[in-house]
């Protein structure tokens, strides 16, 4: 759609340079801004909407090594946190020796705050625990 405005702008906005490549540049400038902005749209709606903090106990696993994370960049490990809101892992990028720092033997269980709505919920912040 705003793809479609950019290049309505050529169209419309002037009656010089009307020609076909300018109207393909502006259309496309337009449809990558949109893509770029629809990318994050899930988790700008989760900040934005009304919601609760809660505090629950859940489960997690810690996978090493860890996969490419969406930016390009790999993780030294990852931390998976079992959300009970969405039903679904939440994964967190970190570090083998900020695992080791924050957990000892025997904590199998981890303290969550979190924010939560209807669209979803992020982790505010976490602790690991003895269950």
């Known amino acids: 759609m705003l793809g479609l405005i950019f290049a309505a702008t050529v169209i419309f906005g002037s009656s010089v340079g009307r020609d076909l490549k300018k109207i393909a540049t502006q259309f496309a400038v337009g449809f990558g801004l949109g893509l770029l902005s629809s990318l994050h749209i ?5 900040y934005l909407f009304p919601g609760d903090t809660v505090q629950y106990e859940t489960d ?3 996978v090493i ?3 490419i994370s969406e930016n390009s960049r790999r993780c030294k490990a990852w931390l998976k946190i079992k959300d ?6 939440i994964d967190i990028c970190t570090t083998p020796s900020d695992l080791d ?6 904590m199998n269980a ?9 669209v979803g919920s992020y982790i505010i912040n976490y602790a690991f625990i003895y269950k």
């Open 110 to 118: 981890i303290w969550v705050n979190a924010y939560t709505n209807t």
């Open 60 to 62: 997690y696993q810690i």
């Open 84 to 89: 009970p809101n969405t039903h679904r892992w």
């Open 42 to 46: 899930y988790e700008v709606c989760v």
């Open 101 to 106: 720092a924050q957990r000892k033997r025997g």
């Open 65 to 67: 090594p860890g996969r």
